[in-house]
Every structure is written in structure tokens, then in C-alpha cells.
């Protein structure tokens, strides 16, 4: 059985930069059919979108967070990781990884890591 | 702001029907696949149904999805007290406002 599990700090500075890692087990991060991503909720608001990797390093991010994202793929520990810079109170969420085919929404989820961005 | 709307509250009794709906466009619903999900509180997603209308393995068939044109629904029969939850509709976007802000089902 596939599972993800998000690992990182769960208190950020302001103006710092948010680094997160999910790692893969049960699966291959370099199988060819699926893509992996970042999504984050707000305390009590929706889903966002943050960005997805394709094990061989392809990347593409949403619109309103590019300037501030990077995700990174480490094939040889199944792992991959969020870097988000220039945190404020806003980027305050429960930080999710996931696994998605292309052009499709995700099947599996991690649990979920919360994110506080507070001085 | 989503671009697939759907309304932010549903409700019904135990053993009723109750539907979500989910409103998109030509660039997301009416060219992709639709995936929905019921997140528990402080739980994350957990997938309910997938390509319109496929169900996990595990997922009662108590829950169903369908898709017309640019919209589809989500129908949950034989209401019962656990369904209470967030559901969420799904659907690729380019924009990758890939999920709909969300209906809050109450259980009276």
C-alpha cells in the first residue's frame, strides 16, 4: 500500500523559508505513470494547489505561488521536498504531499503537516 | 477564488439522499476528469470517487458521482450520522484551481 509522509518544521519566521519533505514507501517516486505534489489548506479554508514534480525533475507551479516555490526530487531516497521562501502569516496551512497522474487530481494523500509562520 | 463552484452547505436526515453539486467550465469539468472527497476534521482527503464516477476500493457504493457537459454531482443515498464531513469536487485546471472551495454536509 502506497503511503507519504510529510516531514519538516512546524514553526516558521516570517520572511524565512518553509522547507518540507515527503517521503514515499510502498511505491516507486521514479514510476513513469505519476507525478507528486504539494497542496496546502489554511486553517479552515479550502485546498490550494502548490506545485507537482515528475520523478525526472519536470516541474510546474501555481501561478500566484511561482516566484516563491521550488520542488525538488530525490530518486535514490524516494523522497520529494517544498521550499517555499518569503513566508508570511498567510502561508500559515496544513501542508499536504500527494501522488496524481497527469492532468488528474490526486489518489493518494499524505496525513498532513501544519505549517505556523509566526515570529 | 475556486474555479469549480460548489455551494458551501448541504444537509439531510439519516436515510435520505442528498446530492453536491460542482460547476466548472470548458477548461476544467468539460475536458478533465472529475474526482471528489470527504475530509473528516483534522484528517486529510480521502478519496471518494475518481474519473467521474469510479469508486476506491473500500468507498460504499453509497457514494456516487456522475458528470455532465461542464458540471457534475456528487450523490450520497442512505444518509448516515459518519457522512458528516467536507466534501470537495476536483477537476484539472491549467490555472490549477484544481479543487472547489469546498460543501460542508450536516447530518440533522
Redesign the interface.
Known amino acids: 500500500q502506497l503511503q507519504l509522509q510529510e516531514s519538516g518544521p512546524g514553526l516558521v519566521k516570517p520572511s524565512e523559508t518553509l522547507s518540507l519533505t515527503c517521503t514515499v514507501s510502498g511505491g516507486s517516486i521514479s514510476s513513469s505513470s505519476y507525478y507528486w505534489g504539494w497542496i496546502r489548506q489554511p486553517p479552515g479554508k479550502?485546498?490550494?494547489?502548490i506545485?507537482s514534480i515528475y520523478y525526472s525533475g519536470s516541474t510546474?507551479?501555481?501561478?500566484s505561488l511561482k516566484s516563491r516555490v521550488t520542488i525538488s526530487v530525490d530518486t535514490s531516497k524516494n523522497q520529494f521536498s517544498l521550499k517555499l521562501s518569503s513566508v508570511t502569516a498567510a502561508d500559515t496551512a496544513v501542508y499536504?504531499c500527494a501522488r496524481h497522474e497527469k492532468?488528474?487530481?490526486?489518489?493518494?494523500?499524505?496525513?498532513?503537516t501544519l505549517v505556523t509562520v509566526s515570529s | 477564488q475556486?474555479v469549480l463552484t460548489q455551494p458551501p452547505s448541504a444537509s439531510g436526515t439519516p436515510g435520505q439522499r442528498v446530492t453536491i453539486s460542482c460547476s466548472g467550465s470548458s477548461s476544467n469539468i468539460g475536458s478533465?476528469?472529475v474526482?471528489w472527497y470527504q475530509q473528516l476534521p483534522g484528517?486529510?482527503?480521502?478519496?471518494l470517487i475518481?474519473?467521474n464516477n469510479q469508486r476506491?476500493s473500500g468507498v460504499p457504493d453509497r457514494f456516487s458521482g456522475s458528470k455532465s457537459g461542464t458540471s457534475a454531482s456528487l450523490a450520497i443515498s442512505g444518509l448516515r450520522s459518519e457522512d458528516e464531513a467536507d466534501y470537495?469536487c476536483?477537476?484539472?485546471d491549467d490555472?490549477?484551481?484544481?479543487?472547489?472551495?469546498?460543501t460542508k454536509l450536516t447530518v440533522l
Open positions: 479550502g485546498l490550494e494547489w506545485g510546474y507551479y501555481n501561478p499536504y492532468w488528474e487530481p490526486p489518489d493518494y494523500w499524505g496525513q498532513g | 475556486s478533465n476528469y474526482y484528517t486529510a482527503p480521502k478519496l475518481y474519473r476506491p470537495y476536483a477537476a484539472w490555472s490549477l484551481k484544481v479543487f472547489g472551495g469546498g
